[in-house]
């Protein structure tokens, strides 16, 4: 029988090193792929997720065992990462080069005829991933992340407001006004 | 202009779809869990936040009377008058009378010198 988060927890408290293993071992997909996808690749992904799990083993003492483990990690994950693209809009935005352009029309051709194969090659998801990274810079940090809960990492609206510390109404607002503004930029990639 | 729109919207959900998904590197949880085993914090910080804070200021005062009474009174540390400070003040004589200087300094009978 798999031992509980709150139990884990509380034998993490008192040391066990053994129990703070298994408690990233369970959460380490869902702090790293919320990272990757709301940062996107080319990010020091390892060592953000080790920050973030050694600020949950600094403040376990105030975890309440009501409230599921995997919203408060996401939460401070969410929390990192919005301060890093706050960090990053200081720094200038690169211009889409005229190879790129090529990329994300031959991304469409992809969708518009996928062929008989299964699946995406590495290299075609990649590209996938690199389009959605540019589209969302225009988005807010907050709505991005309501985007990437959602729509990329398949939460529901209730679980997107409890990580993000809001209502699930103002949930649903922004992620219906990222879902606005990025089929805006993507409209420019169609055309 | 429909049709675009939910054109647009296959598009991004294939984007969204699509994307690759990011496995942790072997060994990390051991090493994250090893890394916040060496950061726990040891008996002091484990104190009140209250405490936490009260403590550097309690050394600090306690260090800056000791660097004032130095300051404030070095002739006392100098002249080691701050030891005497220590050393239990010697009862005062009572007043002597003249008889008895007299009888201090004439032996007596019984110090076979007698008239």
């Not at chain 2, 051991?30 to 200021?57: C, G, M, T, Y």
């Not at chain 2, 008058?81 to 002597?96: D, G, I, K, R």
Request: aromatic letters at 8%; glycine letters at 4%; charged letters at 30%.
């Amino acid at each position: 029988m798999q031992i509980s988060d709150a139990e884990l927890v509380a034998q993490a408290l008192k040391g066990d090193r053994g129990a703070a293993e298994e408690v990233v071992s369970r959460y380490q997909r869902l702090v790293f792929n919320i990272l990757y996808h709301y940062l996107g690749p080319g990010n020091d992904i390892e060592d953000l997720a080790q920050d973030i799990f050694l600020k949950f083993f600094k403040n376990l003492e105030r975890y309440d065992p009501k409230r599921p483990l995997n919203h408060w990690l996401a939460r401070i994950a969410s929390n990192q990462c919005i301060d890093e693209i706050r960090k990053r809009k200081k720094n200038p935005v690169q211009l889409e080069s005229d190879l790129e352009i090529e990329e994300n029309r031959s991304l469409e051709e992809l969708w518009r005829n996928p062929g008989p194969a299964l699946g995406l090659s590495d290299a075609d998801a990649e590209r996938c991933m690199k389009l959605l990274q540019k589209s969302m810079e225009v988005l807010s940090p907050k709505d991005r992340m309501a985007f990437v809960l959602r729509e990329v990492q398949d939460l529901d609206y209730g679980e997107v407001a409890a990580i993000m510390g809001s209502s699930e109404l103002a949930a649903r607002i922004r992620v219906s006004r990222a879902r606005k503004r990025l089929r805006q930029e993507l409209e420019g990639v169609m055309a | 202009m429909k049709k675009l729109k939910r054109d647009i919207d296959d598009f991004l959900r294939f984007l969204t779809a699509s994307v690759p998904t990011k496995e942790p590197p072997a060994f990390f949880a051991s090493k994250v869990a090893h890394r916040a085993d060496l950061e726990r914090p040891i008996f002091f910080l484990q104190l009140s936040s209250f405490a936490r804070r009260a403590l550097p200021l309690l050394v600090s005062l306690c260090f800056v009377t000791l660097l004032l009474s130095y300051v404030l009174a070095p002739a006392d540390w100098e002249n080691g008058s701050y030891v005497e400070l220590f050393v239990e003040q010697e009862e005062e004589m009572e007043p002597v009378t003249v008889e008895e200087v007299l009888s201090a300094l004439i032996p007596t009978d019984s110090e076979g010198v007698g008239p």
